[in-house]
């Protein structure tokens, strides 16, 4: 298995579970509260490295107590922190998110640090980019830093997986240089128009994204699963059957893990569903990162 690098976001989950999401305007009282390390790019890093895998995370942190746990939390995985940078000007990432009592939620992030993330950034860290067998990284950092994370990996001939989350328009540009896209439904709509709601609808949405240059298209469809298309095939790879308490990082995880399979030499079928079943765990306990399984649970 060869090295991992994540490039990506780092917040603080401050989590309140309550029966049920209040609508604008409205106060719901009773509610359970909570503080998880979370961010897209950390959850994603933090999965492969309780998976096992060699991880390096590149992210931006503020100089405050909040950025100091993550850092801590990110040591204590075993990864490497090298590529993480502290910003003076600005706070270190929150998240706040609201859970109910299905285990669905919804986030508004204070990106903080994170937007500090530029290109030159990836340039220092060029070495890290050169050594790594698979790249991952999201939405939650500024546009530019991917674009030229892209830029980067393609001149070394290192496949970048894209997870394009939270849903933004994406340049056919970046989009030719992506090895793997890992959309969800709602990111599926906007990156081809296409309304995903079963196989056939993600069969036609993931043909728009390859018809664009991306090599490897997964759909996750939640617990209906995910379904892939590239030149060998495409199909849809159910999911697991979990009884959720806590949705909030699954589709971080199922990349964590997704890249560890895939670093492990598994075809994309067998990739996924090894990630299901780490996501499906993953939903069974609060937190984004603290209810990611670890090898021997899987
Ligand atoms: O994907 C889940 C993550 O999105 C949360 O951990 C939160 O920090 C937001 O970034």
Redesign the pocket.
């Known amino acids: 298995m060869g090295k991992i690098l994540v490039v990506g976001?780092s917040?603080?989950?401050m989590v309140v579970k309550s029966g049920q999401i209040p609508r604008p305007g409205e106060t719901v009282l009773g509610g359970q509260f909570f503080s998880?390390a979370?961010?897209?790019g950390?959850?994603q890093a933090v999965a492969a490295a309780k998976l096992g895998g060699e991880v390096t995370f590149l992210a931006k942190l503020g100089a405050d107590e909040l950025g100091k746990n993550a850092l801590l939390g990110f040591e204590k995985v075993g990864i490497d922190t090298s590529s993480i940078w502290i910003d003076e000007s600005a706070h270190s990432?929150v998240?706040l998110?609201l859970v109910d009592e299905h285990g669905e939620n919804c986030?508004s992030?204070a990106s903080g640090a994170n937007n500090k993330i530029t290109g030159q950034d990836l340039l220092n860290a060029k070495s890290k980019i050169e050594e790594s067998s698979f790249i991952l990284t999201q939405l939650?950092i500024p546009m530019e830093a991917v674009s030229i994370l892209a830029e980067m990996a393609e001149e070394v001939n290192v496949p970048l997986i894209l997870n394009p989350?939270?849903a933004q328009h994406l340049t056919d540009q970046l989009l030719k240089r992506i090895f793997l896209i890992t959309p969800n439904e709602t990111e599926a709509e906007m990156l081809t128009g296409i309304q995903v709601t079963d196989e056939f609808s993600a069969f036609a949405a993931a043909e728009i994204l390859k018809e664009k240059g991306v090599k490897n298209v997964i759909i996750t469809m939640g617990s209906k699963g995910a379904f892939f298309l590239n030149e060998e095939g495409n199909g849809l790879i159910p999911g697991e059957k979990v009884k959720a308490v806590d949705t909030?990082?699954a589709?971080?995880t199922f990349n964590g893990a997704l890249i560890i399979a895939l670093s492990e030499g598994l075809d994309l079928p067998q990739a996924i569903k090894f990630a299901n079943k780490a996501a499906a765990i993953s939903v069974t306990k609060m937190g984004?990162?603290d209810s990611q399984p670890f090898r021997d649970q899987l």
Do not use: L, R
């Open positions: 976001s917040n603080t989950d998880f979370g961010g897209k950390a959850n990432g998240a998110i986030i992030v939650e989350a939270p909030t990082g589709g971080d984004a990162q």
